[in-house]
């Protein structure tokens, strides 16, 4: 029988990704476990001297304080669950490598994540960050598949952050 230690959320601050990691965080309490939550910035490529006006390294700063605020709002939501509740931030162009980074770096003992069910043309362009993360991780993963309720967006919709608008 499986009896995590560390259970990993990978967040994207989606309605999906939120409740991913809620029942992570009944997984956690249910188990004695800790929770992870866990964020991808995306990496901002180096750009011509050109664009000098457009300061990148206040951006990608804004975007992790921007993520930090976010992801220590969930922590505590969380924590409530009577949970230990860690948060790691990571950077990366590709989101499912750095969720399996995250989870060979932490020891993680099971990854919770959700699934946008994106399908047809969408998968193929831009791969499945859920089907990577089972395909790779070393450990095992639960797959919660997103079902929009009433008032969701739908699957595959992006939902943007204030820094990044």
Avoid at 81 to 96: L, P, S, W, Y
Avoid at 135 to 152: D, E, F, S, T
Wanted: net charge negative; glycine share 6%; hydrophobic share 45%.
């Amino acid at each position: 029988m499986l009896h995590p230690k560390l259970i990993l959320a990978p967040v994207d601050f989606s309605d999906f990704s939120h409740d991913a990691a809620q029942k992570a965080a009944e997984l956690a309490s249910q188990f004695g476990a800790e929770l992870l939550l866990a964020y991808a910035v995306p990496a901002i490529p180096t750009l011509p001297s050109a664009t000098e006006i457009f300061r990148e390294a206040e951006y990608e700063a804004e975007l992790h304080k921007e993520a930090e605020r976010r992801l220590k709002a969930l922590a505590n939501e969380l924590s409530r669950n009577k949970i230990t509740v860690r948060t790691e931030i990571g950077t990366a162009n590709d989101v499912g490598m750095e969720i399996l980074r995250i989870a060979e770096h932490q020891g993680v003992d099971l990854i919770v994540i959700a699934t946008h069910g994106m399908t047809g043309w969408h998968r193929l362009v831009f791969g499945s960050v859920a089907e990577k993360v089972v395909r790779l991780a070393a450990c095992p993963v639960l797959v919660l598949r997103a079902n929009p309720k009433p008032g969701q967006e739908a699957p595959g919709k992006v939902t943007q952050t204030a820094a990044t608008r």
